[in-house]
């Protein structure tokens, strides 16, 4: 997936390029706007992660990655930008999650006595910049939108074990830090004099290390632009 989606952002990249200079540009082509999303984003985990795992229980246990953390966030984005012309602009964005958790419980041989417990809470904002490339349909209020750009992504994760069998408990706190390369396509409907409508699917490439928990962030979104 990751590497189908770098494709097609690399194939965005002499669009976006003559686009920019279809239009020279001058102060009464260029539009600012501000623009809230709802989004709804879904992290590629490293199937590495997800491999034997005791959870201090002296058993070893063949865990999916997907079970030990559930990277299914719902937040929002907060965006910025300009639009040079009728083909072209750039946009700045800043993103935030509420947390998502999981919880597995562990049992003996038998299956009948719990003897462990593991829970996970993880989240993550993000900032960058992309790049628009927009295609109007003629005598439309409405665009396709291509994009590509960068992103500084920080997932935090908090895990716990508790081992019933000695009654103690272990706390586990991490940061990743990572940065992606985005790309997505969508489109846009301005609906009244200032006000615009847009849905996005965009995906973010990160350069995660072996043992990083997720390798790419899938992001679905939402919302209003208001341009001034």
Same mark, same amino acid.
């Given at each position: 997936?990751?590497?189908? #989606? ?45 491999? !034997? ?32 012309? !009728? ?6 964005? #800043? ?113 995660? !290390? ?15 632009? #208001?341009?001034?």
């Amino acid at each position: 997936m990751k590497i189908s #989606y770098i494709a097609f952002g690399l194939a965005l990249m002499p669009t976006i390029a003559s686009a920019a200079s279809e239009k020279p540009i001058t102060q009464k082509n260029v539009k600012a706007y501000i623009g809230w999303d709802v989004n709804w984003f879904n992290g590629n985990l490293n199937n590495k992660l997800g491999e !034997d795992f005791s959870a201090g229980t002296g058993y070893l246990y063949n865990v999916n990655s997907d079970e030990l953390i559930n990277p299914k966030y719902i937040g929002f984005t907060v965006n910025a930008g300009a639009k040079i012309n !009728d083909y072209f602009g750039i946009e700045t964005f #800043y993103q935030n999650t509420g947390n998502s958790k999981s919880t597995i419980d562990f049992y003996d041989t038998l299956g009948t006595t719990k003897i462990s417990q593991y829970k996970s809470k993880t989240s993550f904002w993000a900032f960058g910049l992309d790049a628009l490339g927009y295609l109007p349909i003629t005598d439309s209020k409405f665009s396709f939108i291509g994009s590509l750009g960068l992103g500084y992504y920080n997932t935090k994760g908090t895990f716990d074990i508790i081992n019933y069998v000695y009654n103690i408990s272990e706390t586990e706190k991490d940061t990743e830090k990572n940065i992606g390369l985005r790309i997505g396509f969508g489109g846009q409907y301005d609906f009244a004099e200032h006000w615009a409508a847009r849905a996005m699917i965009k995906y973010a490439a990160l350069n995660s !290390d072996n043992d990083d928990a997720v390798d790419g962030v899938l992001d679905i979104s939402f919302g209003v632009k #208001y341009i001034f």
